[in-house]
């Protein structure tokens, strides 16, 4: 299913009013990894309240020991700190990336903004090779646009 197609049932998901939120970023989850190839693990991790750290929300793939994770450690951790989309090729290649599923070979982060505030972000493993494009990042970009419009 390409971006395009996909838009329409992101915002669909996301507009069920009888819906928790925590279901409906479950239910967006599942419907990235079971509909991009390449997407092994979707999920989101939160800033917790003020500290300094994120924590593991919603997600899509095998289950992962990483639920705390503190500011600048990782790859989620430097988007905390960056506030900028995060893009890995090659996890290997990356001195400062925790290690989730000896399977992930890419990686990819968007950060969500809330009124300017940066509150999470969405996370995908892939088990590709450098699988991800700019068409990635800008359909991530939407995807976290609308999740912001439930906060």
Known sequence: MTFEELKPKVQDILLHK???REDKLLQLCHLLKDNIDYYDWVGFYFRNGEKE????GP???EPTDHTVIPFGKGICGQ?????ENFVVP???AQD???ACSFTVKSEIVIPLFVDGKN???????SNVLDPFS???ERFLEFVNAEVAKLF
């Not at 750290?53 to 593991?56: A, D, F, K, P, R």
């Not at 988007?79 to 506030?83: K, Q």
Request: charge should be negative; glycine fraction near 6%; avoid cysteine.
């Open 18 to 20: 009888d819906t928790l």
């Open 53 to 56: 750290e994120l924590l593991l």
């Open 59 to 61: 997600y899509a793939g």
């Open 79 to 83: 988007v905390a700190v960056s506030n």
């Open 90 to 92: 090659d996890v290997k």
């Open 96 to 98: 400062n990336y925790i």
């Open 119 to 125: 509150i999470g972000q969405i996370d995908i493993d």
């Open 134 to 136: 700019d068409l990635d």
